[in-house]
């Protein structure tokens, strides 16, 4: 092994044999010591790197036993884009096209959804997610979502779209982010629209929860409203 050459992060294991007791791993100035296995005269350390330009290997009596340069790779964090606007189907299905990338495997990927006319803190619920379906340790990934966001609460309303991923120390990554209207189910019924309307000011400024629930209350005694029906 003529050097270490590793990414920012990585962790290093090492086993060694010998019979003059537990050696040591030094690495950017730090030395770490060997724990005893099971196995008689055996050892093994584990560690994470971080820095430094050699790993040196040591016997119990400060001999060196090796001694490899050490080549620290940056991680650089992994980043997401959308391929294009989101596209609605004739059913109201959202494909969304998207392109994420990491240099030594993305984690975890997500779709942040953030409604553009609700309040600041307070409303019901400021920000919701979708997770992305990934494979295991992959570099790059493109794909496609496609989610019926009909039901959602936010359905008919503009929200802010932002990709978000994850690297495996923790490093992230955005999107840019896009505004979209999230397609709604379409009601011919007048009570229903109006009920429709009142649910979507109630999430955007549930402040005003009182006036709303005065409305609702005064479209649920509208009979006459309901075809007859009560």
């Known amino acids: 092994l003529d050097e270490i050459v590793a990414p920012a992060g990585s962790i290093l294991k090492a086993v060694a044999e010998t019979a003059k007791g537990a050696p040591a791993l030094s690495v950017d100035g730090e030395t770490i010591p060997f724990e005893a296995l ?10 994470e790197l971080t820095g430094g330009e050699a790993v040196i290997l040591t016997e119990t009596d400060g001999i060196i036993l090796a001694e490899w340069p050490l080549v620290i790779v940056p991680d650089a964090p992994p980043t997401a884009s959308f391929v294009d606007t989101p596209a609605i189907s004739g059913t ?22 953030t409604p553009k006319d609700s309040e600041p803190p307070g409303g019901y619920g400021d920000a919701d997610s979708i997770p992305l379906p990934l494979p295991a340790n992959v570099q790059t990934a493109a794909s496609a979502l496609f989610r019926d966001l009909t039901a959602h609460r936010w359905a008919g309303r503009t929200v802010k779209l932002q990709l978000e991923v994850s690297d495996g120390i923790g490093q992230t990554g955005q999107s840019k982010s896009l505004n979209f209207l999230l397609p709604e189910r379409q009601f011919e019924h007048p009570i229903a629209r109006a009920i429709i309307s009142a649910r979507k000011e109630l999430d955007a400024q549930p402040r005003k929860r009182g006036p709303i629930a005065s409305t609702i209350s005064k479209l649920l005694r509208a009979s006459d409203a309901y075809d007859g029906s009560a």
């Open 92 to 113: 109201g299905i959202i494909r969304f096209n998207y392109k994420l990338g990491d240099d030594y495997g993305i984690a975890h990927g997500k779709l942040n959804l």
């Open 38 to 47: 099971e196995s008689i005269n055996a050892y093994a350390v584990e560690t």
